[in-house]
């Protein structure tokens, strides 16, 4: 008797489309081999996936987790109640941003390989957002800090973050390049859609935690294209209807946070220029 079991998961009408591109089966979809790798490391990798052949194919994002940590496992446990795998983790983390109306890439599918209950492996798959990186849409453009379009930005993405911390669901990795435009004008909270889910938290309504989040997201608001009226600004945003607590003990949370990401790390890659490539900087990835 095997303890080892396969579990599939489709989004309505996508287990018909990637039977069609010959994608039935958990081996078929983990074991896909063709596709441009936008990033890995030892735990997992983000693959861009193009089927349907042709001019125009579609394309899809699938997410490989190998072999979890055990801090992976426990970290299911405490956010949802109960053990689940890494895929399945950030299948509910999508379906929770979009049951509050906060765009985020659409799950199509995930699969999951687990032996006694716990994961091996496992896989999830988006579709691919329609518009670009917050960060590529910057480098195309390169507005002026002072613009009015970009303050508009600024503060609906302020009043976003705002409502997702108030639906109690923390995002530890909110920086410029997890944030996508929708396409959606004028500026409102429904333009932007959220991505890399992974560590999402539900649940969570402490001060602290929604001041690392939003420090973290300053930290990103890299120079030239973003100044410190504009970090202020988004903070202001934030802040328009009040706070439970201290504002100014939650605003030193905030640029502590800020600060220490600043010390710790170098310049992010986005925002780079010809004078800073020496420096070792982090590499963000658009691809989910």
């Keep these: 008797m095997s303890f080892v079991r396969t579990r599939m998961v489709f989004a309505e009408g996508w287990q018909e489309r990637f039977a069609g591109w010959g994608l039935r089966r958990f081996e078929d979809f983990f074991d896909h081999d063709e596709g441009l790798l936008i990033n890995r490391n030892t735990k997992r990798n983000v693959v861009e996936m193009r089927l349907g052949g042709g001019e125009n194919p579609e394309i899809f994002y699938r997410k490989l987790f190998f072999s979890p940590h055990w801090k992976d496992v426990w970290f299911t446990l405490r956010n949802f109640g109960a053990i689940c795998s890494q895929a399945a983790c950030e299948w509910k983390n999508a379906h929770a941003l979009l049951d509050l109306g906060v765009e985020t890439y659409r799950p199509v599918c995930y699969g999951e390989e687990t032996m006694f209950g716990i994961e091996r492996r496992s896989f999830f798959v988006t579709a691919r957002l329609a518009g670009p990186c917050l960060t590529d849409w910057l480098r195309e453009n390169r507005p002026d800090s002072k613009s009015q379009n970009l303050t508009m930005m600024i503060l609906e993405l302020g009043r976003l973050f705002r409502r997702v911390h108030d639906a109690g669901i923390r995002l530890p990795d909110l920086y410029v390049w997890h944030v996508f435009l929708t396409g959606r004008q004028p500026w409102s909270p429904e333009s932007f859609a959220l991505i890399d889910l992974h560590r999402m938290m539900v649940r969570r309504k402490d001060p602290a935690q929604r001041a690392s989040d939003l420090g973290a997201f300053l930290y990103s608001m890299a120079e030239p294209f973003f100044d410190e009226r504009l970090r202020k600004l988004l903070v202001d945003s934030y802040l328009e209807n009040g706070l439970d607590g201290n504002r100014e003990r939650?605003?030193?949370?905030?640029?502590?946070?800020?600060?220490?990401?600043?010390?710790?790390?170098?310049?992010?890659?986005?925002?780079?220029?010809?004078?800073?490539?020496?420096?070792?900087?982090i590499t963000p990835s658009c691809g989910g």
């Design 250 to 281: 939650f605003c030193a949370a905030v640029d502590r946070r800020r600060r220490t990401l600043e010390r710790r790390r170098q310049i992010p890659e986005y925002a780079r220029t010809d004078e800073s490539t020496k420096a070792d900087a």
